[in-house]
């Protein structure tokens, strides 16, 4: 079964700390994909990252940055110098072939306060 | 471009009642998802479409619930008769390739209220 687990339910910062978001996935299949997405206030939900199994190489865009390790099976989001704006729930999610599905963690509540 | 347009944005009915949601996917988009969104439950699939043939619809919770998708750029989820504990909010979200490799767009949701 795939499952994946955001332990951090909520979390409070003031703005200019930098904060990490933790996901942890569990799958069976060997290549599947990773992505975080954002929901903010008003609701909707976007697309931040995707990363494919075979890719650990970190990567950074602007403020963001994402850290997948395969031996720990964590895939986790870092935000660096947070702004009130960033105040929003994350999700991480996971697909793969064999279930063709997006499986959401159960996401975790950011607020950056002034 | 234009994104997943989904309608009513917001919808409030009394129990019993007949619901419908709609969504238009992304032009060009062979896939089309339903999500229910909970505070139980989070975010759940429901049902979803492959070049407007459902291909898994494990996640609908009764048969009080069905989805179509007569054209590539339509799809509709009804419940009938609803309850009270159907109320959640409703996403569609469409993507190109195989489904599960792609990030999927979603829809600004519905916010569905039964009284």
């Known amino acids: 079964a795939q499952k994946v687990t955001q332990a951090q339910t909520e979390i409070s910062v003031v703005e200019k700390e930098d904060v990490t978001l933790d996901c942890v996935y569990e799958?069976?299949?060997?290549?599947?994909?990773l992505f975080w997405y954002k929901q903010p206030p008003s609701g909707e939900l976007v697309f931040l990252i995707r990363?494919?199994?075979?890719?650990?190489q970190n990567e950074i865009s602007g403020r963001y940055s994402w850290n997948f390790q395969k031996s720990t099976s964590s895939f986790n989001f870092t935000i660096t110098a947070s702004q009130v704006v960033d105040s929003a729930v994350y999700f991480c999610?996971?697909?793969?072939?064999?279930?063709?599905?997006?499986?959401f963690g159960q996401g975790t509540t950011l607020q950056v306060k002034p | 471009d234009a994104g997943v347009i989904q309608s009513p944005r917001h919808e409030v009915t009394e129990m019993g009642q007949e619901v419908t949601l709609r969504c238009k996917p992304i032009?060009?988009?062979?896939?089309l998802f339903w999500y229910r969104q909970t505070m139980m439950r989070g975010l759940e699939l429901l049902i979803y479409?492959?070049?407007?043939?459902?291909?898994?619809d494990s996640g609908m919770p009764e048969d009080r619930f069905s989805a179509k998708m007569p054209n590539a750029s339509f799809s509709t989820l009804k419940i009938q008769p609803s309850e009270p504990r159907d109320s959640a909010v409703y996403f569609c979200?469409?993507?190109?390739?195989?489904?599960?490799?792609?990030?999927?767009?979603f829809g600004d949701g519905t916010r569905l209220s039964i009284l």
């Open positions: 990363r494919n199994s075979f890719d650990e």
């Open positions: 799958t069976r299949d060997t290549t599947y994909y």
């Open positions: 032009s060009g988009h062979d896939y």
């Open positions: 479409f492959n070049n407007n043939v459902p291909i898994d």
């Open positions: 999610a996971l697909s793969s072939s064999n279930t063709g599905k997006l499986i």
């Open positions: 979200a469409s993507t190109l390739g195989q489904g599960w490799d792609q990030p999927q767009h």
